[in-house]
């Protein structure tokens, strides 16, 4: 949401490439969690490993 107003705001606009690659790595990140969800899914597990393994356990 914060890319959103940068990219609004009407006095310092954020430059559009480096929103791109804020879009970019947002979609790798949900990509990942529908991995890690479709292999809890397969599997029969209730938690994840990667996203728990991120800094404040991805929260």
Do not use: W
């Not at 791109?20 to 899914?41: C, M």
């Amino acid at each position: 949401m914060a890319t959103l107003r940068a990219l609004r705001d009407p006095d310092n606009p954020m430059a559009l490439d480096r929103a791109k690659v804020i879009g970019e790595v947002a979609t790798v990140l949900v990509n990942s969690a529908k991995v890690e969800v479709d292999y809890l899914k397969v599997t029969q597990q209730r938690r994840g490993q990667f996203f728990e393994a991120l800094p404040g356990g991805g929260k």
